[in-house]
C-alpha cells in the first residue's frame, strides 16, 4: 500500500524568508509524486510532478521541490515566500497501475502561514 | 478547456432528504475520483472509476452513498437519506494517467 506524510501541520515563516513543506512517502514501486495547493472556498491546483529525470523539479509560482530516493522524501520549497503563497499545501504520491488508471494518495496536507 | 465542473456549487438539505451532486471531468480523461472534505477527516477518497468502470469503492461510508458514470462525460454521486454528519466539500478530480488529477470546485453540502 502506498502512503504520504506530512509531519507538520502547520509551517509559519515570515514574507522574503525561504519555505520548506516536508514530505515523505512510501510505496512498492517508483513513485510518481505531486505536490497541490489549496486556497480557501477552493479545490485544490495542481503545482509541480516528478515522474521521472532531474530530482529538483519546479514548479507554479516559483515552488520547487527535490525528489530524494534515499530518504524516500519530496520536500517543498520556495527561496522567498509571499503572503499570497499562504495556503494548505498537500502531497500525493501515485503508482501507476496501468489496467486501472492511477490513484493518488494524500497526505493529511500542511498549512503554510506566510506574516508579513 | 473549462476544467472539471461540479453542480451545484452549495447544497442545503434537510435530514432524509435525497441529494444528488454532479461532475462533469474534463474531455479524454480516462479516471474520475470522487474526494470528500472535511475539518476533521481531511480528504478522503469515496470512489473512483477507470473508463467509466468502478475500480474502488472502499471509501464509500455505508450504504447510503452511490455512484454512477454512465458516460464518460458525466458522474453522480448520491447520498439517500441524507445526515447532517455528511455535511462536508465534495470534490470531484478526472485524470489522464501520470498527469496528475485536476479538481472541480467543490460542492459544499449541509445538511440540517
Known amino acids: 500500500a502506498q502512503s504520504v506524510a506530512q509531519p507538520e501541520d502547520q509551517v509559519n515563516v515570515a514574507e522574503g524568508n525561504p519555505l520548506t513543506v516536508k514530505c515523505t512517502y512510501s510505496?512498492?514501486?517508483?513513485?510518481?509524486l505531486f505536490w497541490y495547493v489549496q486556497y480557501p472556498n477552493r479545490g485544490l491546483q495542481f503545482l509541480l510532478k516528478?515522474?521521472?529525470?532531474?530530482?529538483l523539479v519546479k514548479g507554479s509560482y516559483g515552488f520547487e521541490a527535490e525528489f530524494n530516493k534515499s530518504q524516500t522524501s519530496f520536500h517543498l520549497k520556495k527561496p522567498s515566500a509571499l503572503v499570497s503563497d499562504s495556503a494548505l499545501y498537500f502531497c500525493?504520491?501515485?503508482?501507476?497501475?496501468?489496467?486501472?488508471?492511477?490513484?493518488?494518495?494524500f497526505g493529511t496536507g500542511t498549512r503554510l502561514a506566510v506574516r508579513p | 478547456d473549462a476544467g472539471v465542473i461540479q453542480s451545484p456549487r452549495h447544497e442545503v438539505t434537510e435530514m432524509g432528504q435525497e441529494v444528488t451532486l454532479r461532475c462533469k471531468p474534463i474531455?479524454?480523461?480516462?479516471?474520475l475520483f470522487w474526494y470528500r472534505q472535511t475539518m476533521m477527516r481531511g480528504l478522503e477518497l469515496l470512489i473512483y472509476f477507470n473508463n467509466n468502470v468502478p475500480i474502488d469503492d472502499s471509501g464509500m461510508p455505508e450504504d447510503r452513498f452511490s455512484a454512477k458514470m454512465p458516460n464518460a462525460s458525466f458522474s453522480t454521486l448520491k447520498i439517500q437519506p441524507s445526515e447532517p454528519r455528511d455535511s462536508a466539500v465534495y470534490f470531484c478530480a478526472s485524470s489522464g494517467d501520470l498527469y496528475g488529477y485536476t479538481f472541480g470546485s467543490g460542492t459544499r453540502l449541509t445538511v440540517v
Open positions: 516528478y515522474i521521472t529525470g532531474d530530482n
Open positions: 500525493a504520491v501515485s503508482v501507476l497501475l496501468k489496467s486501472s488508471g492511477d490513484k493518488l494518495t
Open positions: 474531455s479524454g480523461h480516462n479516471s
Open positions: 510505496v512498492s514501486g517508483n513513485p510518481y
